[in-house]
Each structure stands twice: as C-alpha cells, then as structure tokens.
C-alpha cells in the first residue's frame, strides 16, 4: 500500500495565528515543534514520533463529539496526567471520565481549542 501516515492536517480558523501559537505553547503541537533522530527540527512542519493513529468516520448523528463539528483531533500523548496538570495550570478546561478509560485502549482527556475545535488526548496502554 503506498500510504504510509498522515501527511498533515489543514482547518480553517478565525485566528490562524493565534491558533497555530495556542496548539504550540499548550501542547507542542505545529511548525517547528519536535524533533528527527538526529535532532534536527523545521519551521515548517512538525517532527512527530511513530505510533498508532485511528482513522475513522463516525456516523453523522455521533454523539462521541460535538454536533456542530465535523471533525475531532485525537492526539497521542505519552504522560497524560502531567499534561493534564500542565493544561489545568495554563487556565484549560480539561474533561475526564474514569469510563472512557479501559486497560486494552488506553486513557482519555478532551479539551477545546480556542476557536471550540475539540481535542481528545490518547495515552495508549503500555506495551
């Protein structure tokens, strides 16, 4: 199959700007973020680790997120629990819910960007 992951993802936003800096200073998320095996790091895309990623349409009336989105991010973390504290720190609403959690897929936390895009946080069971 020629398809190896995802190549990026591209939204519209009111405030690009402010947007692209909240995902990076909240998450570090966006351009220039992360870096290859060999350090190195670009002001045009992020540098991302291997990993799972669940690609899936839900059906139309999914009450798994919001109705008037079309789209929710998942992002895979690897601390949930200080990256909650971090975000609860930095004044961002953070939702959890012990049943969303379960041994076999992992934990779960969701948060909404600024503009109200939701986010859900995946921290995959330990192998």
Known sequence: ????????LFFRAQDPDALNAWYRDHLGVGAGCGTSSDGD????????????????????????FAADKAFMINLRVTDLDALIARLRAGGIDVVT?????DPTTGQFARIDDPEGNAIELWQPPAE
């Open 41 to 64: 790091s670009s002001e045009w895309y992020w540098q991302v680790s291997g990993g799972p990623m669940v690609f899936a349409p839900f059906k139309a009336d999914t009450d798994y």
């Open 1 to 8: 199959m020629p398809v190896v992951g995802m190549g990026g």
């Open 97 to 101: 819910k012990p049943e969303w959690n």
